[in-house]
């Protein structure tokens, strides 16, 4: 009977192997180039946050939650951030806190710019679509291979893990705000003079902020997953209590630092997912009418069709 052993085994690990090898050894200026701006900006955060007084950071967190969520999320925070110091993993959780900031850093510069190159070109997106796909797909510790490989162990190799595997979120969905727009409110823009940078930056990226901000809200709890899984390869953090309390079996250590990071998760989930609310349609779309009108008396504007016609009417 023909079974599977029979077939011809192909050495694709032996391969990959020595590709990764081979990309270590010769492409390693490169990395160090990649390295260096993560290592500066996240060396920053966690110094300018170890630096901050605990009541100080607080009060002005719960001010910040209050400004851009509601009371009630406000109240929320102060009490998360009070309990986790209570929990004696201050400092630890401000060097999660510190790992996640310089990741969303990260993700915007790289994640919204490729958004908008993918919603602007369908051969561009599909061709970042399947990339993206696998990306998403991948098990979190696949990327502690290749991360370790190429950039050593620590914790500025866990934050290059953790920005490659939260930014697809805010590159989709970038790109998927933008495609969203009305078609009749773009064929406005245009016909009332806009060029294409105006068109992006006054008309498209204001109706997107929405989904943006929603995709900004997955790349926060992808990294936060994230924070957690790269203290196998010396990161550090709350990851690194959890994974020393298994490693002890010391149960207790482990359940104060997955209590730590389900509250600190939990808190900036909230903040993030009711930026990204659409509460503020109404006024973005009349400060949009503005922006087109002005256009329309500063420009040299086309002669307007029904169809902008029909999306002056609708804004």
């Given amino acids: ?3 599977a052993d029979d077939l011809a085994i192909f050495p694709i690990d032996s391969w990959i192997q020595q590709g990764v090898s081979w ?43 209050w400004r851009l969520a509601t009371p009630g999320i406000a109240a929320f925070s102060a009490i998360s951030l009070v309990v986790v110091a209570m ?9 999660t806190l510190s790992l996640i900031s310089t990741a969303i850093v990260f993700c915007a510069v790289i994640g919204i710019p490729m958004g908008i190159w ?39 190799p866990g934050e290059v893990a ?32 806009a060029d294409k940078r105006q068109l992006l930056f006054e008309i498209q990226l204001p109706l997107a902020i929405p989904t943006i901000l929603g995709g900004l809200n997955q790349t926060v709890l992808t990294a936060m997953v994230l924070s957690v899984v790269v203290a196998m390869i010396g990161a550090e953090g709350l990851g690194l209590v959890v994974l020393q309390g298994l490693g002890r079996l010391d149960v207790g250590r482990a359940a104060v630092g997955g209590i730590a990071i389900v509250l600190l998760a939990m808190v900036l989930d909230r ?31 086309e002669e307007p069709t029904a169809t902008a016609i029909t999306a002056k009417q609708a804004l």
């Fill in 23 to 65: 990309v270590a050894l010769n492409l390693r200026p490169l990395f160090l180039a990649i390295k260096w701006p993560v290592e500066g900006l996240l060396s920053l955060n966690d110094a300018v946050l170890h630096a901050i007084p605990f009541p100080v950071f607080v009060v002005g967190f719960t001010l910040l939650a």
């Fill in 118 to 156: 993918c919603a602007s070109s369908d051969r561009v997106w599909n061709v970042v679509r399947p990339i993206l796909d696998i990306m998403q797909t991948t098990p979190s510790f696949v990327y502690l291979v290749p991360v370790v490989m190429l950039f050593g162990v620590g914790t500025v």
């Fill in 87 to 95: 929990l004696g993993v201050w400092n630890e959780a401000m060097t």
């Fill in 271 to 301: 903040v993030t997912q009711k930026l990204a609310e659409p509460k503020r349609g109404g006024a973005t779309r009349i400060s949009l009418l503005a922006t087109v009108m002005r256009l329309f008396k500063g420009g040299r504007p």
């Fill in 1 to 3: 009977m023909f079974k």
């Fill in 162 to 193: 953790v920005v490659t595997a939260a930014a697809p979120p805010l590159i989709r969905f970038t790109n998927l705000g933008i495609r969203m727009v009305e078609h009749e409110i773009v064929e406005a823009g245009l016909a009332f003079g």
